[in-house]
């Protein structure tokens, strides 16, 4: 199941200050590898994003940047995109979550009148003894609690955040995390709202106040969601969005288990959201901490073979945005240069080439690969003209170093 890090960052100095104050001058920005992996951080913890010596990602999603780490962060990579952002039905039961949703809601004031109250939340009556007595949370995760979209007061509340959040000037835009097309709590409603919400008006609730955030943010700026896959064929989302984020991709969580999978999502995104029209590949280990290095390298090599796809790895939706310790060199920046043609189906796979290397990925049996010149595999470091792909592995083929 999808859940923010509870680790975000609470933004409580802005009561100070608010909310507002412009991003510091960078200093002059440090070379930056020449690459064309397309990485991101999915609920990054940015204060070890800030203190990596070498980590450059090219999107990152937060609860908030503070305009010092934002500057710091584009140090390494100027063309860094930061977006910011929560939910727009769900609360994490946490306090730092919690104060982060009401400190920027109130414009940097933790104090301020816009506030959780009990009866936003989405309850029903689990034992119909005609009493309200259980919050409707997702299957196994009682820490994270429904809000009911239609609920005036949680509306302003919600849309003031992504207001101040979408005015930032160092926030490339915003993302919304588990926007959700299935209800978790059919039949559920709330003490302010007499009538059951429904499957459609679950969805409908959420709808407006995503199409609500989409007129806050300018328009130059990037709307992203995640809702586990891709959304259904008919889901009115899409159309509110720049992009989204595929959780546990090659997992089978939300049952994007195959390359293909994830290539299809991919392909649909491009057809039903907003340009520029993007997906996050988000692979991870399902929580275990055990890094399968072919489910990395096929993840990486996935999302390098369409120019739309961005990868992500960490733990898992346990706990996102770790980069001590997931962060690696050499396929993180790896000097492959810009891709020369559009990926080709090959037998059992995919390839495709870039100025200085081949992306090969074996999907449905072993891919037999060779070159006119010799190349270095990255994942051992042997060297030749011909190499073999495993099934459900991918390589990376570069050209030896000049």
């Not at 100070?16 to 001058?25: H, K, L, Q, R, V």
């Not at 203190?51 to 999603?61: I, K, P, Q, R």
């Not at 919690?98 to 400190?103: A, N, Q, V, W």
């Amino acid at each position: 199941m999808r859940v923010l890090s509870a680790a975000l960052a609470l933004c409580a100095i802005l009561a100070a200050s608010g909310c507002t104050s412009a991003p510091s001058e960078p200093t002059d920005p440090i070379e930056t590898p020449e690459r064309d992996t397309r990485l991101a951080l999915w609920l990054a913890k940015t204060d070890e994003l800030v203190s990596h010596d070498e980590a450059n990602y090219d999107l990152v999603f937060s609860g908030w940047f503070e305009p010092a780490d934002a500057a710091a962060i584009r140090e390494r990579l100027p063309a860094a995109r930061l977006l910011a952002g929560l939910t727009l039905s769900w609360v994490l039961d946490d306090p730092a979550w919690k104060g982060l949703l009401t400190t920027v809601a109130n414009d940097g004031d933790p104090n301020g009148p816009l506030q959780i109250t009990d009866d936003m939340y989405l309850m029903f009556d689990s034992d119909e003894d005609g009493e309200l007595d259980t919050h409707c949370s997702p299957p196994g995760w009682s820490n994270i609690l429904a809000m009911d979209p239609r609920h005036p007061d949680w509306r302003e509340l919600i849309l003031s955040f992504y207001g101040v959040a979408a005015s930032q000037p160092h926030h490339d835009g915003v993302v919304v995390d588990m926007l959700d097309a299935y209800p978790f709590c059919e039949g559920a409603w709330s003490e302010g709202v007499p009538e059951s919400l429904d499957a459609d008006a679950w969805v409908d609730g959420q709808e407006e106040l995503l199409s609500a955030v989409r007129d806050t943010v300018p328009s130059w700026k990037w709307v992203f969601a995640n809702a586990g896959r891709d959304f259904p064929e008919g889901s009115p989302f899409p159309q509110y969005l720049n992009g989204y984020l595929l959780e546990n991709a090659l997992g089978d969580l939300f049952g994007l288990e195959s390359v293909d999978g994830l290539m299809d999502s991919a392909e649909r995104s491009v057809l039903s959201t907003r340009e520029p029209h993007y997906v996050v590949y988000a692979v991870d280990t399902d929580n275990t901490g055990t890094i399968d290095l072919q489910r990395f390298r096929t993840g990486l090599a996935a999302s390098m073979l369409r120019d739309n796809t961005y990868f992500a790895f960490d733990l898992g939706p346990s706990d996102h945005g770790d980069v001590d310790g997931w962060w690696f060199s050499d396929y993180h920046g790896m000097a492959i240069g810009e891709p020369q043609s559009a990926y080709t189906a090959v037998s059992g796979g995919y390839r495709r080439e870039f100025e200085r290397g081949s992306v090969v990925v074996a999907t449905d049996g072993q891919v037999a690969v060779s070159f006119a010149e010799e190349r270095r595999d990255l994942a051992d470091g042997s060297t030749g003209t011909a190499f073999t792909v495993e099934q459900g592995d991918a390589r990376f083929f570069l050209l030896p170093d000049e």
